[in-house]
């Protein structure tokens, strides 16, 4: 027999040889149900397709700006402001991240203390010519003995890390109990711990590390989020401590060692030690404002989508959010989004007028800042999106300045400008519109905003514009209104 004689499917589809006229029956109704079936949904299909293709394409906004700048809180702002149910009910895994930034803040501390109390031991000359401010730095019995009580925390955070960045993977099974930690050596902690920050790979779910499962959880609006029976869950011995923690926040000593280390620690995102009562407390779920103030650090391109109901639930629109990691070594990744955004929302925290880059020491933060956009004003790439600017962190710059640090002392051009918030975030607006009118290769409009990222209802007010601003523009680009 040739191939050409068989032909296998049509074998597979034909009746059942020695049919019975009832069996026949039967095969023709199911056949004839199938079919009706499959009609159904290719109609769904078809009519999802044409839905589609009447609503508008989803707005994609990308967030720009260096590493700190506030974008992952603007973010956060977006997401409660059009999606406030699905985001709180994040919020164990925002609790984890606030528990990993009080770890942090208290390595900072005992980090500063260790440096100013070497310094003070130190036999060196310099050391005793400032004798009087080496001796203010010696650590007193209270304060060694909270250190060593502290320290099983930076154990939890390296737990709570390991979770975070691989949710799926099972913990060591060894994981000691809250009360069982051990203080490691001195010196094994000091070497294997140099200040980083808290960061998760943005293409890891590390949000479903925290989380109950949902087949368990009876709502999202209360404390059902947190899965309180979980060993591991670094609340218990952050609960233990809480005096300790309490104590070392109110010790003179840490308070000058900062100042010593010239560490604004209050300045720093993920700052919750002046809250650590609520913090460390039993069954502590973060607040909305919490959850803008916890500090994660992204690394790569983390797309999010946020969709817009009407009353009856109907998705009306889609926004496609691009929230990208500002460090120097991340910024080669933002460049293949720049062709197809609908806007660009820059982040300039203005606050930092004082700070240098973190991987580029002798650069300031705001010249930084100032490359960074104008490279985007000019880029042709980018000639006909939108681009605001977000003068942000305003409500540090306000609390610097009152405290009496002089913006002319890091930016000379400043000259003889009174040294208030209204003149220098005035000077600053020009500067950023001087730059956006020589560098744009053709003309377009300045939209700046004064922000505080952290600050949810100015923040979600102008975040509100923006949305309407970019539906009306989108709308009409799609021709669905004149
Ligand atoms: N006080 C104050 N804190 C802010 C403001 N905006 C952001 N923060 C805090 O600053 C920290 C850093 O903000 P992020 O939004 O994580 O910064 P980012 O631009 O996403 O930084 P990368 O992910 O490293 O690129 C967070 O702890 C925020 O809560 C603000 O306007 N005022
Ligand atoms: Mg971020």
Request: aromatic content about 6%; hydrophobic content about 40%.
């Amino acid at each position: 027999m040739r191939s050409i004689d068989v032909d296998p499917l049509a074998e597979a589809l034909a009746p059942p040889q020695n049919e019975s006229p009832e069996q026949r029956h039967h095969r023709v109704l199911k056949e004839r149900a199938a079919k009706k079936a499959s009609d159904e949904i290719d109609d769904q299909l078809s009519r999802e397709r044409q839905q589609a293709k009447r609503q508008p394409k989803p707005v994609k906004i990308l967030l720009l700006g260096q590493s700190e700048s506030g974008k992952s809180t603007t973010l956060k702002n977006f997401q409660l402001m059009c999606e406030p149910k699905a985001f709180r009910a994040e919020r164990a895994s925002w609790r984890a991240i606030v528990q990993l930034n009080v770890i942090r803040s208290v390595r900072i501390i005992l980090d500063a203390l260790t440096a100013s109390s070497s310094a003070a031991d130190s036999p060196s000359p310099r050391a005793s010519s400032s004798s009087r401010d080496s001796h203010s730095l010696r650590l007193d019995a209270d304060l060694l003995a909270l250190r060593m009580r502290l320290f099983p925390l930076l154990e939890v955070h390296d737990t709570v890390m390991r979770r975070l960045a691989s949710p799926s993977d099972d913990l060591p099974p060894a994981s000691p109990s809250p009360s069982s930690f051990r203080t490691p050596a001195l010196s094994t902690i000091f070497r294997r711990r140099t200040g980083k920050e808290v960061t998760v790979n943005s293409n890891v779910p590390w949000k479903t590390a925290f989380m109950r499962d949902g087949s368990e959880r009876e709502s999202f609006a209360t404390q059902d989020v947190v899965d309180w029976e979980d060993p591991t869950d670094p609340g218990m011995v952050l609960h233990e401590r809480a005096e300790d923690l309490r104590r070392l926040w109110a010790h003179p000593t840490v308070h000058a060692a900062l100042e010593h280390q010239g560490i604004r620690l209050q300045e720093s995102g993920g700052f919750f030690l002046d809250e650590i009562d609520v913090v460390t407390s039993q069954r502590y779920v973060p607040t909305d404002d919490h959850i803008l103030r916890a500090r994660l650090k992204t690394l790569g391109v983390a797309e999010h989508r946020v969709r817009l109901t009407d009353p009856n639930g109907h998705i009306t629109r889609e926004f496609r959010i691009f929230d990208v990691g500002g460090h120097r070594s991340l910024r080669p990744k933002w460049v293949p989004y720049f062709d197809d955004m609908n806007c660009i929302i820059f982040l300039a925290p203005i606050s930092a007028f004082d700070q240098k880059l973190e991987e580029e020491p002798e650069m300031s933060r705001l010249a930084d800042s100032a490359a960074i956009w104008t490279s985007i004003i000019a880029n042709k790439l980018l000639q006909n999106t939108n681009i605001i600017l977000f003068l942000n962190k305003i409500d540090i710059l306000e609390a610097k300045l009152r405290s009496g640090i002089r913006f002319a002392d890091y930016v000379a051009s400043y000259g003889k400008r009174p040294n208030d918030f209204d003149s220098a975030s005035r000077y600053m607006r020009k500067q950023f519109a001087a730059i956006l009118k020589d560098s744009s290769p053709i003309p377009r409009l300045f939209y700046c905003h004064l922000t505080s990222a952290v600050n949810m209802k100015s923040t979600q007010f102008v975040l509100l514009g923006i949305k309407d601003m970019l539906m009306q523009h989108h709308l009409k680009q799609s021709g669905l209104i004149i």
